[in-house]
């Protein structure tokens, strides 16, 4: 039955012998029959039941309907649909055509098989010399370039070694001496053997864990450095939040260590001034943007003089208060005379007063208030609260010192943090893996050293005869062209069929491209052969 593709493409390749890159050089002797129908009754018939068997060297197919008004009027056809194209060259531009509309499906069936009969007949002394040419090149072929195949993977597998020797006598010799060097040499592996390259992976890891080990020890030894100079509390909170966020250091501490963190974090972290945060607190509105604001009054025609040119009365306001915040904030508690003095000053500065007398009058009541409730933040302030700042919300508490036990709990985890941070062993361990690679060299030196001490035959090339008999068929095939332009071709001397030109080859209106024939690759591989014969015979010591 005749051969039947999923698409189209496939089909056309298979019918014009361009399927297969290994066929034979005989298939250019074959020749391709397309049937297009045009919708023909005669042609549907032809399809259905009258096509010959395809044999090796004739190929059929059926244009698809899709396809057929493109393909006959790229070819010049359309006067001869329904039709059986017939071409021998793919590529040519010749075809020969068998019209249908005056025949029977079985007339044009009985006349496309007696076309492969005489084919066969005619042609069979050729076919048969030209497939035994091929066979014998093939074979040939095969046996001389055989060795060559041998000796070049020899030679690579001895360039090979000798290159991967020199990889690690470089390596033995200049070992990498930290992490940096490591990953330079795995940057670059191409004269190393994959198993050493694998072990160097390893020890990476193992370095790098250790070099981040004695990084945290040395930032254990920083932080016992600041910590023995720490003399308040809140220095001394910072250094262990610090190390409490550090993975790496905590994960790096002895046992009791780590104990001593958790009982100086626990110490130095509890809530021990929420009296004195709540007071603090309660104090917030005395001092307030309002009530400066309402005090302000008194003096508000003087302190336009310090506005702005284009600044608006609110931020004029809040200008003023920022400055009598931050001054008042400074003042010392002991004296409250002074602290009014002091803020009183520092505002007719800001408002650039004239007139003291002006401006002392009218902040009279102003610094009333603030030597009365300076006077009573004295009287209530906790111990170590010196500044009137320390007494408000909105400005740190005072700094206090570290009392006995705290000194104590400070002082042990500092020693022991740079106890810790003196510990050998991450250095230790880091000098003796680095101290491995030479090792690593010289145990995967063993291997290549000994198949070059080997020295492992070089395979011997093919018979000089067969070489000559190979050289001999190169010649024969000069004649293929020759031999497929001797082909007998029945269908062309039928008087039935027309020889037409067409403006493209038929190959080129299905869409298919040619590409190179089995001839010319065969060809090319026996010159290669020979080549490679000559070359490698030239290097033969004595010839």
């Given amino acids: 039955m005749a051969f039947r593709a999923p698409t189209a493409d496939t089909a056309y390749r298979h019918a014009l012998r361009l399927d297969d890159r290994t066929r034979a050089l005989t298939d250019r002797f074959g020749w391709s029959v397309l049937l297009v129908d045009g919708g023909s009754a005669v042609g549907r018939e032809f399809a259905r039941g009258h096509r010959p068997a395809p044999a090796d060297l004739v190929r059929f197919a059926t244009v698809p309907d899709a396809d057929g008004p493109g393909f006959t009027r790229r070819l010049g056809l359309d006067a ?14 010749r075809v020969h055509v068998l019209p249908l509309a005056d025949r029977t499906a079985d007339e044009a069936h009985r006349r496309v098989q007696d076309w492969v009969e005489e084919f066969h007949e005619a042609n069979h002394e050729l076919l048969a010399r030209w497939s035994g040419v091929e066979r014998e090149v093939r074979e040939l072929v095969d046996v001389v370039s055989g060795p060559l195949w041998a000796r070049r993977i020899r030679s690579a597998e001895r360039s090979r070694d000798q290159q991967v020797l020199r990889g690690l006598a470089a390596l033995a010799t200049s070992p990498p001496d930290d992490l940096a060097g490591v990953d330079a040499v795995l940057a670059d592996p191409t004269d190393l053997p994959w198993g050493l390259v694998d072990a160097l992976r390893d020890l990476r890891g193992r370095i790098a864990g250790l070099d981040a080990d004695l ?43 780590a104990a001593a963190l958790t009982a100086t974090r626990a110490a130095l972290t509890r809530d021990d001034a929420r009296d004195s945060r709540r007071w603090r607190e309660e104090n917030g509105p005395l001092f307030a943007l309002p009530v400066f604001v309402a005090a302000r009054h008194s003096w508000h025609w003087i302190a336009e003089q310090g506005r702005r040119w284009r600044e608006t009365a609110q931020h004029h306001r809040q200008r003023d208060f920022a400055l009598f915040s931050r001054v008042l904030a400074a003042q010392p508690l002991e004296d409250p005379d002074a602290v009014a003095d002091a803020v009183l000053t520092a505002l007719a500065a800001h408002h650039g007063v004239t007139d003291e007398e002006e401006w002392t009058a009218a902040t009279a009541g102003f610094r009333a208030y ?41 002082d042990g985890l500092a020693s022991r943090l740079a106890r810790d941070a003196a510990a050998r062993e991450a250095a230790d361990g880091r000098r003796e893996a680095l101290a491995e690679v030479p090792a690593l060299a010289e145990r995967f030196r063993a291997e290549p050293a000994a198949r070059l001490e080997a020295g492992a035959p070089v395979p011997e090339l093919a018979d000089r005869s067969l070489v000559e008999a190979l050289a001999r068929l190169a010649g024969v095939l000069d004649g293929y062209e020759e031999a497929v332009r001797s082909v007998v071709h029945p269908h062309e001397a039928d008087p039935a069929v027309i020889a037409v030109e067409c403006p493209v080859g038929v190959a080129e209106a299905v869409g298919v491209v040619v590409g190179r024939s089995a001839f010319d690759r065969l060809r090319e591989q026996v010159a290669r052969t020979l080549a490679g014969h000559r070359e490698a015979a030239g290097a033969l010591p004595g010839s």
Avoid: I, K
């Fill in 80 to 93: 001869h649909v329904p039709c059986l194209v017939v071409c021998a060259d793919v590529a040519s531009r």
């Fill in 215 to 257: 990084a945290a020890r040395e930032r254990m030894a920083g932080a016992a450095a600041e910590l023995a100079a720490a003399t308040d509390r809140q220095d001394v909170r910072r250094v262990l939040a610090s190390l409490t966020a550090d993975a790496t250091a905590r994960h790096a501490l002895a046992p009791d260590t």
């Fill in 370 to 410: 603030l030597v009365e409730t300076t006077g009573r933040l004295r009287e209530a302030a906790p111990e170590g609260f010196t500044l009137v700042g320390h007494c408000l919300p909105n400005h740190p508490p005072p700094v206090r010192p570290l009392d006995e036990e705290e000194r104590g709990l400070r």
